[in-house]
């Protein structure tokens, strides 16, 4: 069954023309796939960001508009994000399960892992942890679970493709650390440099059990 | 350690990677960039030993001299497909623990990430790193003790330390000749859960045993094949023609079973006559009554029984009709019993059946006379001995579905046997081992 939503209406870019038809209802930016415009998706329309966003063409079992399932499941990439840290790069796709609804799937040499950005009610009442405060290898307790911090970085976004479901800025950077759990667990905390602290949570996958359609 | 021009070698179509040569900085011997991604680490000279930092300009970071390579039927370079997945070996480690030898190849894919190809022995096993961790008990359970990973289950199989004696090529960590590590093995054949304790790290990784020929395939191996020693703890016994055996003859096992106990319950026949031979009569021959058989072409009981003790006897046995004799038979009885230092024994037996068939319905006798005997170890006066007598007819005999019970049940435990066979192997080294 192909992945669709329910978003009403297809756009056209405002550079070029083109139509820009949307995969998800809650699409926030958007990348051409003719001219390679950033296009923020607005109430009322789509206002063109003015730069252009190329990724160098990277081997990967995941590929833009490719569809794959997972344990019984299927999914669609739309949007792919490419960030930078201390040891080279790894990629986040925003993908659509059969319902529409989108999660993460980072990919780093081998190492994949899905995430569910969690929302802010579901985040403890205490203040979250700062980032220096998660030092490697130092035990956690979040989530009414223990955590052990094992890695901690800052990353770099290199560039997108396609549809994702917040506004990212090519260049913009963070700090992040992994927090890894029983059962094939991951939490994740991202520190913009807003102020702000994003959670994502989730588990690791063998890339082995991913089954690319063809 | 200077880095020469660009040579791109794509080496197949698979192959995208970006495939360089460098000089060593320890002996200036070409070292070639497997293009083993951006979580390789170090960078291992093959010829001098020399441990360069992958991240800091191929700074030298160690360096071992004299080490031996261990043999490997796989070189670093080489390129093979697993699971479907193209896979380039890139890094080599060399590992020694209580004088068994093994080697670890460091496997990457650009889609995939990292693996290894573990090989001893002629065994070859396909290894991931694993997030399914199991609890941490498992560094103290015994071997056959049971652990899980939340995924399948596994029964432990042993702990020991280990040295690396070897380093080559590409790796994700900075190995070094001399690092010793506590490892930890649990199996569910063909997997093997690890775990890899180090002064810095606890690892866990998952093992999948591979036949090696599929593996020298892959990579593109011929020639010469390198023979299996003994039993891999992760290797899945394969009997497929003694399972095939077994699972053949089971229908087969219960089929003969039950008839041969049906005959055995029901097929004795009916009971027609019955009379008892005195020791005198027996001595000098003696006609039974007459013996009325109406079921002609089927078999005839006699079933007789003696009182003999540590003794033997031999009967002459002649079937009449009209007092003609139609056929005869001799029968030997012999019965020993004691007791020794083992206890009591017995031998022989008193008793025993003779069977015949009539070619018509009517009257028949038996003469039944003592041809030869002893008594004791040596003795050779015939004994003292009465001889119970009961004739059946319409006797089916059980006699060819018990062989044939004894074949198939022998067939039908051939495979579990085996299995049981490879098992004992498989446990033989860890079996009262306890090192820990």
Known sequence: MPITSDQ??????????????????????????HCDSTLFLEDDGMRLAGTRSVLAAMPSLIQLGQGFSYDTRDYLPVGHLRYRYKLGFWDEWWILDRNGDGLWLSVDEGDFVFEQPLQPERLPATPLPGFKQLQLNRSVRLLEQDWTVTERDRGHCEGFRGQLPARVTEGESFFYAHLSGPDASLLTLEYPQDGSVNVSRGYWVDPFEIRIRT | MKEQPHQDQDSSPENTSRVRSIQCRGCGAPLTLLGGGHKILSLNCAHCGTVMDAHKNYAVLARFHGQQPPFSPFELGMQGKIHDVPFTIIGMIGWESQGYAWVDLLLYSETHGYAWLGYERGHICFVRKTRHLPSATIWSLQPRQSVSDGKRSYKLYERYMADITYVAGELTWVAKVGDRIQLVEAIAPPFLLSGERSNTETEYHLSEYLEPETVYRAFNISGKTWPRAGVHAAQPYHGPLKDALSRAARPFVI??????????????????????????????????????????????????????????????????????????MGKEFSFYEGRDSDGYWSEGSPGARALFKVPEPGSYQLNIQLAGGGTGETGNTPPQTTLDLTVRQGYISSYYFVILLIITTVAALLGPGARIAFERKRWKEVDGDDDD
């Open chain 1, 8 to 33: 009403p209406a297809s756009y056209h870019c405002p550079n070029c023309g083109a139509e820009l038809p949307l995969r998800f209802r809650y699409a926030k930016m958007a990348v051409c796939e």
């Open chain 2, 255 to 328: 089929i003969s079973g039950v008839i041969a106990a049906a005959l055995w319950l029901f097929g004795g026949g009916t009971r027609i006559h019955h009379e008892t031979f005195l020791p005198g009569d027996l001595q000098t021959g003696r006609h039974s009554a007459e013996i009325e058989i109406t079921r002609p072409n089927r078999l005839v009981a006699l079933e007789m029984q003696t009182n003999l003790r540590n003794a033997w006897a031999d009967f002459d046995i002649d079937v009449l009709k009209n007092g003609e004799e139609i056929f005869s």
